[in-house]
């Protein structure tokens, strides 16, 4: 088949995912740095590869090092550091001392709801995730899995929302996910269906018409709940097509992690609240990071942390703050990190 019949028939998001950076200094080159000066960073590559889309890399400030987009996805030599309390499985979700059943791609942590890893793979590596050393590429949720899925619900009628996670589970396809949610909008005891995705922040394409019509159209309450760290993520494009997801009914939040750097001060904070909510985007939860090896160069104390948030409830309305947490293994929730006295 011809070349240019090939692109223009492909979807536009596969594309650019084809397209992302995948070489530290092809990037380097594209945002104006020289990549010789992070010769020995970008073998940090080994121990998670880089992959960056083109969609994001164009919102990162051309020459600068420390451009809070750019340390979120560039491989530095700190994640060499062998830092006590980091590890490589800090949730503990590797172990068999949680309800999951990795064949099954579930998590079952919290009682009334339940988590899918729906795929395994991502559209973007970020530097600090935990899933680093597991990068689940190989995951695969096909019919059996789906089918014991159902049997798990039906088992544990508690249960009534379920989670598309990953990886990100909008690196299925709009037929995978329609197979899905057809299924799960069957299981009467089921409420809500809640999907966790970056995918939209590094290319906004991937919410397609078909994609609204795909969450609009069930029975189920609909969630989509974003992960963009800072303000700058949040686009005119992402901006334009989160705008039909609100029309058609879906209710929009964001999680961020609290990243040294990156994130770390009331005035970045601040505008990301800011400018999700221009895009009807409710702040959900803002993370303590997981004390995963490799990145602890991006940690944060609880101590700043709270002093952050609080610089925060003193710039926003509270529903423009979110809960600042901690995923602790064992929990039967996020643990809250709020100063005492403050909405725990
Ligand atoms: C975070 C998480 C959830 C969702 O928790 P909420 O507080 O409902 O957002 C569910 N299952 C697992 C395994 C989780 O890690
Ligand atoms: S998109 Fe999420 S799961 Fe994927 S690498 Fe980034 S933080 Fe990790």
New binding site residues.
Partial sequence: MNQQATLLTRPDWRLELQQAFRNPNDLLEYVGLDASQFFEDSRARELFPLLVPRPFARLIKPGDANDPLLRQVLPLKQEFDDTPGYTADPLLEQGDNVAVDKNQGL?H??QS?I?IILKGGCAVNCRYCFRRHFPYQEIRFSQQELSQTIDYLTRNPQINEV?LSGGDPLMASDKTLTRIIDALSNVTQLKRLRIHSRLPIVIPTRITETLVGILANTRLKTSLVLHANHANEISAELKHRLASLYKAGIHLFNQSVLLKGVNDNVDSLTELSESLFDCDVLPY?LHQLDKVSGAAHFEVSDDTAQQLWLGMNARLPGFLVPKLVR?VGGEN??TAIMPDGRFK
């Fill in positions: 998590l942590k919290y709801r988590l989670i939860y995923e929730s996020k």
